[in-house]
């Protein structure tokens, strides 16, 4: 362990501006991969707290009792795609209404009588907040002898499923090319580092060294290079998240697997091509 440790210590000092190239070059990559996956996990954050508005709102009849009241909300319980019911009286539907619109608070305190409807604000599970599963519960409780109306956006639904399913299937794809574009730049910022000391290895080979004390010292350096890459290009964008966060408007910062698996393919892809690259100078120089 400790020839290795020394041999890449010395490789490193023979070559610094190639090693410090090939590290910027896995830095820039990782950092623009950082930074899709930034814009990604906060455009889905959106995404989802659209989803959670999704709501079905169904207005009550005045005549309706309590007792009839209650019987729906029963109704509504036990349905598997409802996630929770709130039963809003007409008292604090007129409220709501003066603390959302102030403009006409003064028009709501004089009337004569109270012209907003009691009504069941009913939140579905996430499984359900689909076009179907909307649907499917305003067409169960449409026709309830106390039901006057049922409201739930399905045009406004229909927009944001498409847009849901329009955005994941383009950032799968995007992901996927930016992925391989990075994988395809670190591969050969660590590979020119190896061909670049092609007459070291020859050297080492004809003097009698085992193929393994000649790879090992590479897949060390191959691995210091693609997690100082990858640990530079990480704090890079978490600079720019930081930054955009400060100056321009909230960012969330990347989940923790995420992170983990960036670092790791940086490890990885240095190790991996180190060892290919290595391997086929290694054959060159028996053939």
Do not use: C
Not at 74 to 89: C, E, G, K, M
């Amino acid at each position: 362990m400790g020839y290795v440790f020394r041999e890449t210590l010395i490789g490193l000092h023979r070559s610094p501006l190639l090693i410090a190239s090939s590290i910027s070059m896995i830095s820039l990559s990782l950092y623009i991969l950082g930074l899709f996956g930034l814009a990604i996990h906060n455009f889905y954050l959106a995404l989802n707290e659209m989803e959670e508005r999704i709501q079905i709102v169904a207005y009550i009849r005045d005549a309706a009792t309590p007792e009839d009241v209650t019987e729906l909300h029963d109704i509504l319980a036990s349905l598997p795609q409802v996630l929770s019911t709130q039963f809003v009286t007409k008292t604090e539907a007129l409220q709501k209404a003066s603390k959302e619109l102030p403009e006409f608070r003064d028009i709501f305190s004089g009337l004569p009588n109270n012209p907003l409807p009691a009504s069941f604000e009913i939140q579905l599970e996430p499984e359900s907040r689909t076009p179907e599963g909307t649907l499917n519960v305003a067409s169960t409780i449409t026709d309830h002898p106390i039901v006057e109306g049922v409201e739930y956006g399905q045009e406004w639904v229909d927009r944001f499923f498409s847009l849901s399913q329009i955005a994941g299937g383009a950032s799968l794809l995007i992901g996927i090319a930016f992925s391989i574009a990075a994988s395809l730049i670190i591969s050969t910022a660590v590979k020119v580092g190896v061909v670049a000391r092609k007459n070291e290895i020859e050297i080492m080979q004809l003097v009698g060294a085992r193929d393994r004390l000649i790879l090992y010292p590479f897949l060390f350096e191959g691995a210091l290079t693609g997690l100082s890459g990858g640990v530079i290009g990480l704090f890079l964008t978490y600079g720019t998240m930081k930054l955009m966060s400060q100056y321009v408007f909230s960012v969330d910062w990347l989940p923790t697997p995420w992170v983990l698996i960036g670092i790791g393919s940086t490890l990885f892809l240095g190790i991996a091509t180190s060892a290919l690259a290595v391997r086929k100078q290694l054959r060159d120089v028996i053939s």
